[in-house]
Nanobody, 120 residues
Framework: QLQASGGGLVQAGASLTLSCVVP????????VAWFRQAPGKEREFVAI???????YYSGSVRGRCTISKDSAKNTVNLEVNNVNREDTAVYYC????????????????WGQGTLVTVSS
C-alpha cells in the first residue's frame, strides 16, 4: 500500500530525497517511518513522523536527515544530506496506526523499498 521511490546512485557528499506515497486514508492519521537495510545488516530505524507532524530521528542520521510530509501529494519524504558510503542501503517506508516505535516488527504496512548506492 505504500510506495517508495527516489533511490539510485549518488556520490558521497551529495544529497538525495526519497519519497513514500501514502494512501490518503493513512496520510492524516498514521505514523510513517523510514527504515534502511544495508547489505548483510539488520533493518534499522532512520526517522519517523507522526500525524501531528512531530519528528524523531535515529542518532546515526540526526543532523543530516529531514523527514517531512507533503499533503498535496500524500507523500512522506526523507532528505539525506552529505551522504557517505554507510548510507548505502535499501530504504523502506512503513506505517502503523499510532505510537512511536523504532523496531521494524512494530509496523504493519510496508513499501517495496528503494535502493540507494553511494559511490566514493
Amino acid at each position: 500500500q505504500l510506495q517508495a521511490s527516489g533511490g539510485g546512485l549518488v556520490q558521497a557528499g551529495a544529497s538525495l530525497t526519497l519519497s513514500c506515497v501514502v494512501p490518503r486514508d493513512m496520510f492524516n492519521t498514521y505514523v510513517v517511518a523510514w527504515f534502511r537495510q544495508a547489505p548483510g545488516k539488520e533493518r534499522e530505524f532512520v526517522a519517523i513522523v507522526k500525524a501531528t507532524g512531530d519528528r524523531y530521528y535515529s542518532g546515526s542520521v540526526r543532523g543530516r536527515c529531514t523527514i517531512s510530509k507533503d499533503s498535496a501529494k500524500n507523500t512522506v519524504n526523507l532528505e539525506v544530506n552529505n551522504v557517505n558510503r554507510e548510507d548505502t542501503a535499501v530504504y523502506y517506508c512503513a506505517a502503523r496506526g499510532d505510537g512511536i516505535y523504532t523496531e521494524s516488527s512494530q509496523y504493519y504496512y510496508w513499501g517495496q523499498g528503494t535502493l540507494v548506492t553511494v559511490s566514493s
